[in-house]
């Protein structure tokens, strides 16, 4: 049964499913109302399925193998922690300039559990299924820390290159890179844009902001993809990079 949400995936599935490059000459719009006792639209089923395919056969192309059950944890879990880790490294290269830690907010993260298997391009979506550009922003030590606070307050978000104990709702015992936290020293964070920019209610920053125009969940799926072509499995622990004191 063709659903409403159908018609929104009609400009994605006709992008992805097209080489040819056409140019837009005209708009029109009609609204349809849709409801499982409605017969389905044989026409749209048509028109719509071979680029279903091809978005379908894109998203079950396996990239990698996943070694051990990731899960989405509070105040530290192991899919948050490969996530960071990936866009820590992939920040470094991609950006090709020293990047102290990356950080993820914690609701970006859009899959509970990944379990042991076959890694596809799907379900790399489903973990970030947002188009969020990667930023590098560089901030002094105590700014740092503020903004720590912040995550800290809301039980703890996924880090790399980073460790803090939530004490009474802040961070405490800051390290980057296993060095205490210096508040008058610079530190280069890799950040999502919609973070950055206020979302999820964090503070925005008046710092320096780089931009490339990088994709997290490209440069995720590069990351992942390195583990298929070399053949290991993607796996990850808890390494107690965000703890509670009590």
């Known amino acids: 049964m063709i659903k409403l949400s159908l018609w929104r995936l009609v400009p994605i599935l006709l992008l992805l499913g097209c080489s040819q490059r056409y140019n837009t000459t005209a708009l029109h719009y009609n609204y349809y109302r849709t409801a499982d006792s409605l017969p389905a639209d044989a026409g749209m089923q048509a028109l719509l399925k071979p680029y279903a395919d091809s978005v379908k056969r894109s998203m079950d192309q396996v990239i990698a193998q996943v070694g051990t059950q990731l899960e989405k944890q509070q105040p530290e879990g192991t899919l948050g922690n490969v996530m960071t880790d990936a866009l820590l490294v992939m920040a470094r290269e991609k950006f090709n300039v020293n990047v102290d830690a990356a950080i993820l907010n914690f609701g970006g993260i859009r899959t509970t559990t990944v379990m042991p298997g076959p890694l596809t391009r799907g379900k790399v979506f489903q973990m970030m299924p947002f188009n ?66 206020g979302g999820d209610r964090m503070p925005v920053l008046d710092v320096p902001v780089k931009n490339i125009g990088l994709m997290m969940r490209d440069a995720l799926m590069e990351y992942f993809e390195r583990y298929g072509r070399e053949n290991k499995p993607i796996t990850a622990t808890l390494q107690n990079r965000v703890t509670h004191a009590n």
């Open 132 to 197: 969020n550009l990667m930023l590098l922003q560089t901030m002094p030590g105590d700014t740092l820390k503020a903004y720590l606070d912040v995550m800290a307050g809301y039980g703890g978000w996924p880090v790399s290159g980073i460790s803090y104990v939530i004490r009474d709702r802040k961070a405490t015992d800051i390290k980057v890179n296993g060095v205490p936290l210096r508040g008058d020293q610079l530190y280069t964070i890799a950040n999502s844009d919609y973070v950055a920019g």
